[in-house]
T-cell receptor
């Protein structure tokens, strides 16, 4: 897990507030993925981004959730008007820009608690 | 949906080898088998991956059957710190550069003293 940096590690938000989760990929990696893990469940794919482009967002909820990976700076997963059901661990992962057996590495996660 | 089947749980005595099976009978010829594990409250950790040959690294060995329909992850000398959920994943390729990983429910390995 070394190298993929996520912050904050723990975040508490009241219902209706916004949550912003940040992810800095490993050095040299240009692909970023976000996964969500609800309590006692498995990891679910949310979105895949390359620099300045969303490639696949098939796992993203249709409303309130958005993601970006700007040319400069970390990737951001933004959750607007949070509800209790958004409480989960959000994992970011990154990989280099090729497909031949290259590995995806995960960060330690950001734990969101909505109260 | 995950393309792999794993037993929900396994036990192993500390110091013994842990052999974790995985069935992936519908794997395509260019799909890799990846193994990750997730220790409680941590992010998934990459262990090993392979295409059709057996692979070994400092963490584990991966044995893939000749027909590639199943594989086994071997932890040669399990320690208490190996207690985790182990995920066997067939890498789904999209278009250029896309390596979507689809996680199933994994095997919960408990290593006991």
């Amino acid at each position: 897990n070394a190298g993929v940096m996520q912050n904050p590690r723990h975040l508490v938000r009241r219902r209706g507030q916004e949550a912003r989760l940040r992810c800095s990929p490993m050095k040299g990696h240009s692909h970023v993925y976000w996964y969500r893990q609800l309590p006692e469940e498995g990891l679910k794919f949310m979105v895949y981004l390359q620099k300045e482009n969303i490639i696949d967002e098939s796992g993203m909820p249709k409303e309130r959730f958005s993601a970006e990976f700007p040319k400069e700076g970390p990737s951001i997963l933004r959750i607007q008007q949070v509800v209790r059901g958004d409480s989960a661990a959000y994992f970011c992962a990154s990989s280099p820009p090729t497909t031949e057996g290259n590995t995806i590495y995960f960060g330690e996660g950001s734990w969101l608690t909505v109260v | 949906d995950a393309k792999t089947t794993q037993p929900p749980s396994m036990d192993c005595a500390e110091g013994r080898a842990a052999n974790l099976p995985c069935n992936h009978s519908t794997i395509s010829g260019n799909e890799y088998v990846y193994w990750y594990r997730q220790i409680h409250s941590q992010g998934p950790q990459y262990i090993i991956h392979g295409l059709k040959n057996n692979e070994t690294n400092e963490m584990a060995s991966l044995i893939i059957t000749e027909d590639r329909k199943s594989s086994t992850l071997i932890l040669p000398h399990a320690t208490l710190r190996d207690t985790a959920v182990y995920y066997c994943i067939v890498r789904v390729d999209g278009y250029t550069g896309f390596q979507k990983l689809v996680f199933g429910t994994g095997t919960r390995l408990l290593v006991s003293p």
